[in-house]
């Protein structure tokens, strides 16, 4: 590793500063990437080479051929979903989508009005929300059964989490770091998996204490 530093190919990094590595590296690694049918950006590729069946997308810049282009090829296969901020305009409907595993809509302009679609994507395992506009999270998030990670920091919740949260019966993390202040939801006893929790908390109860220790001895 210090061999690559000394002759400038990766950058090291440092406390909550970002990984970066040389422009020569990013290009080679996007390439290789392109060439296996790792990951999909059609930003960066020729819109007339993409693959037949997408696995992994990432829509990164807005450019309208690359909405055009996407309405005309099968999305039935894409298993992971990442959308920059410029190029949410041009995201499909998200039904187009039924094996999705992994969407990320960071720092996107995501309503409540969202929520109808996402909660029908019944084999996601990871939903990044970080940054959005949702104020609340509905009942019918019950039917990702399968969901294993939720981040909701920074968003704009103004209720508490569903009633329905305890049919997630697969969270092992939920992140809620700057978002609406809580106490600990007494059904999180019921979170056998559960092994990472952030969550605002202007004071600390004996009964919040008593929901983590529970959710520790489930978990044992």
Same mark, same amino acid.
């Not at 019966?169 to 952030?198: D, G």
């Given at each position: ?43 960066? +590729? ?13 829509? +990164? ?29 041009? $995201? @499909?409907?998200?039904?187009?989508? @039924?094996? $999705? ?9 995501? =309503? ?25 999270? @509905? ?8 969901? +294993?990670? $939720? ?9 508490? $989490? ?30 056998? =998996? ?27």
């Amino acid at each position: 590793m210090k061999e690559l530093v000394n002759i400038n190919l990766v950058q090291p990094s440092y406390l909550n500063s970002l990984r970066r590595v040389h422009d020569m590296v990013r290009d080679f690694i996007t390439y290789l990437s392109h060439e296996e049918n790792f990951l999909t950006t059609p930003d960066c +590729q020729q819109l007339e080479y993409l693959p037949s069946k997408i696995r992994r997308l990432s829509l +990164q810049t807005r450019n309208e051929e690359v909405g055009n282009q996407l309405a005309t090829v099968s999305l039935s296969h894409v298993s992971s979903l990442t959308v920059f901020t410029p190029a949410f305009s041009l $995201l @499909p409907a998200l039904l187009c989508f @039924p094996v $999705l595993r992994v969407l990320d809509l960071a720092e996107c302009e995501v =309503y409540n009005t969202h929520w109808n679609d996402i909660c029908n994507l019944f084999h996601l395992r990871y939903l990044n929300l970080r940054g959005t506009s949702i104020t609340n999270i @509905p009942k019918e998030i019950g039917n990702l059964q399968f969901l +294993q990670v $939720l981040d909701i920091r920074s968003s704009k919740l103004e209720e508490e $989490l569903s009633s329905t949260f305890p049919q997630l019966t697969q969270l092992l993390l939920i992140h809620m770091l700057n978002s609406i202040t809580y106490a600990v939801p007494r059904w999180m006893c019921s979170m056998s =998996y559960l092994f990472f929790l952030s969550i605002p908390l202007k004071t600390l109860g004996e009964e919040d204490l008593q929901v983590l220790g529970s959710i520790y001895s489930v978990s044992l």
